[in-house]
């Protein structure tokens, strides 16, 4: 079983506050599911479009995809920075620090 990235009611609340549609949530699931089969450039677009669009967990799991790297898709640490930053800035990064069970997940 595939591991949730983020607390569904926290999501909920989030994806409320910032007016983004609850289908975003598949959306970035879709998209790990897709980086997880070895799709690394389709899963970039995927999150890129996500990202873009002002949705914070998408653009903390395209951080991290820049930092780590994937099938096609180089480490690039400035990408990186400037998509965990826009995670930031949405209030992801703030809401996954104040949730106690994210880590434990």
């Known amino acids: 079983s595939r591991r949730s990235d983020w607390p569904p009611a926290a999501s909920s609340r989030l994806a409320q506050t910032l007016g983004i549609k609850a289908m975003s949530e598949k959306e970035i699931d879709d998209a790990m599911d897709v980086l ?5 450039e389709r899963a970039e677009k995927l999150l890129l479009s996500l ?3 002002g949705h914070g967990r998408a653009a903390h799991n395209l951080g991290v995809l820049y930092i780590t790297g994937a099938p096609g898709v180089a480490p690039d640490s400035e990408l990186a920075q400037y998509w965990l930053g826009k ?3 949405s209030g992801f990064e703030a809401s996954v620090a104040s949730d106690p069970l994210w880590f434990r997940k």
Do not use: F, R, V
């Not at 997880?36 to 690394?40: K, N």
């Open 51 to 53: 990202a873009q669009a």
């Open 36 to 40: 997880l089969s070895g799709e690394g």
């Open 87 to 89: 995670s930031y800035d």
